[in-house]
């Protein structure tokens, strides 16, 4: 991150780092470079912005690139063409036939995917454990464990790790610490000085913010660790578009305002369903009797977007009350303005049947969006019946 741009404000480098208006043209949003190859002045006559063709680097990539790395306080980012590039990037960087990952209990589903069905076929085993128990953690630790692969909040059940302490832990143990902070995205939580290695997100969700893009991107402050992720992105061609770049940049700029206003709404919610007679079970950090609450409070800003939620009645009451929703989207994903739900079990989670990171099936999932709340609360209701 430039000098200047680590002393602005959150709201000023989602919108100024790496924005700078374009020097030929005054054009004050950056362009869509929308260009394979680049104009070499002789052969090995790279020009001064550096860019040679568009697998390696990009200029609309390089500025999303930049806003990252601000907005996460970090040295360097990566941006990718989803998240789960990023996560096989990271973890293949990090590990080597033999090694061993820590990953949560209740880990987003495709992550557990890569790990169990993909990496497995590589050698690399992996445990899983509640993030939340540092006790647990420590124990799991074995002399090869290379990453201890950490979501807060969690997907879709909402725990809290204790980022710091997990910290101290992989530290202690020779490995990384690698944080992915899509649920709280960097303008409620900064994983990096909590002291995480590495910062993960799928932009295809908060920081995208319009569910018309799918990408990701990986954070780190550490030179080594960056040039590493940056050999095996463009080895493998991991990238972003540049007009799939343009679009999280234009989204990132909004990020706190959709923030607060998702936070807002999510705490209206909360208050509503807590104690319903459908309901058995409101998951939120926020609420002060959830067991990550304090933890939550020292490491975040405000507690986010996400709700999940446990239907009286078990797995055909769920479903049913996912049918009967009108505002609140029946689809995948999270995070953009507009409210989802979704059946966890069955859909994003699907691939974690029959093990032991399987979600319970009367649970569904909520992105509460940015709509007006009492609109919100009043679609659940009637859903709820
Ligand atoms: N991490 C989390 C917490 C997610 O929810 C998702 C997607 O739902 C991913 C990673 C993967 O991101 P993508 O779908 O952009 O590949």
């Known amino acids: 991150m430039p000098d200047e741009s680590s002393r602005w404000g959150f709201e000023t480098r989602a919108i100024h780092a790496g924005q700078q208006p374009d020097s030929r043209t005054g054009s004050v949003i950056v362009p869509i470079y929308a260009t394979s190859t680049f104009l070499q002045d002789g052969v090995g006559g790279v020009r001064d912005g550096g860019h040679e063709?568009?697998?390696?680097?990009?200029?609309?990539?390089?500025?999303?690139e930049e806003a990252l790395a601000a907005l996460e306080g970090g040295r360097h980012?990566?941006?990718?063409?989803?998240?789960?590039?990023?996560?096989?990037?990271?973890?293949?960087?990090?590990?080597?036939?033999?090694?061993?990952?820590?990953?949560?209990?209740?880990?987003?589903?495709?992550?557990f995917r890569l790990l169990d069905k993909v990496l497995a076929h590589w050698g690399v085993g992996y445990t899983s454990v509640n993030l939340s128990d540092v006790d647990s953690v420590k124990a799991a630790v074995r002399p090869n464990t290379k990453v201890i692969w950490?979501?807060?909040?969690?997907?879709?059940?909402?725990?809290?790790?204790?980022?710091?302490?997990?910290?101290?832990?992989?530290?202690?143990?020779?490995?990384?610490?690698?944080?992915?902070?899509?649920?709280?995205?960097?303008?409620?939580?900064?994983?990096?000085?909590?002291?995480?290695?590495?910062?993960?997100?799928?932009t295809t969700k908060y920081l995208?913010?319009?569910?018309?893009?799918?990408?990701?991107?990986l954070i780190t402050s550490d030179d080594e660790l960056r040039e590493q992720f940056f050999f095996l992105r463009n080895a493998v061609?991991?990238?972003?578009?540049?007009?799939?770049?343009?679009?999280?940049?234009?989204?990132?700029?909004?990020?706190a305002l959709r923030m607060e206003r998702h936070s807002d709404n999510a705490e209206r919610i909360v208050e509503a369903l807590t104690g319903h007679p459908k309901i058995t079970k409101v998951y939120y950090p926020g609420l002060p009797d959830h067991p990550g609450h304090e933890i939550a409070a020292k490491q975040m800003r405000r507690f986010g977007g996400m709700v999940s939620i446990a239907v009286a009645g078990g797995e055909q009451a769920a479903l049913d009350v996912a049918a009967r929703t009108k505002l609140f989207f029946l689809a995948e994903s999270l995070g953009?303005?507009?409210?989802?739900?979704?059946?966890?079990?069955?859909?994003?989670?699907?691939?974690?049947?029959?093990?032991?990171?399987?979600?319970?099936?009367?649970?569904?999932?909520?992105?509460?969006?940015?709509?007006?709340?009492?609109?919100?609360?009043?679609?659940?209701?009637?859903?709820?019946?």
């Open 53 to 64: 063709y568009s697998r390696t680097t990009n200029p609309t990539r390089s500025a999303l």
């Open 77 to 111: 980012a990566l941006a990718f063409a989803s998240g789960m590039a990023a996560s096989d990037v990271a973890l293949r960087t990090l590990t080597r036939p033999g090694d061993h990952v820590i990953l949560g209990s209740d880990a987003y589903g495709g992550t």
């Open 150 to 202: 950490c979501e807060s909040p969690t997907n879709p059940l909402l725990g809290i790790a204790d980022i710091a302490a997990l910290a101290g832990v992989a530290a202690g143990a020779g490995a990384r610490l690698v944080v992915d902070n899509t649920f709280a995205t960097p303008y409620l939580q900064s994983p990096l000085g909590l002291g995480a290695d590495v910062v993960l997100h799928s």
């Open 208 to 217: 995208g913010g319009h569910s018309d893009v799918v990408g990701g991107a």
């Open 237 to 255: 061609g991991a990238v972003p578009s540049p007009f799939d770049s343009w679009l999280v940049l234009r989204g990132a700029k909004t990020l």
């Open 336 to 385: 953009g303005v507009e409210s989802l739900i979704e059946h966890p079990g069955k859909m994003t989670h699907a691939s974690t049947t029959g093990s032991p990171l399987q979600v319970p099936g009367d649970v569904l999932r909520l992105s509460v969006g940015i709509e007006d709340g009492a609109d919100l609360v009043a679609d659940l209701l009637q859903a709820l019946g």
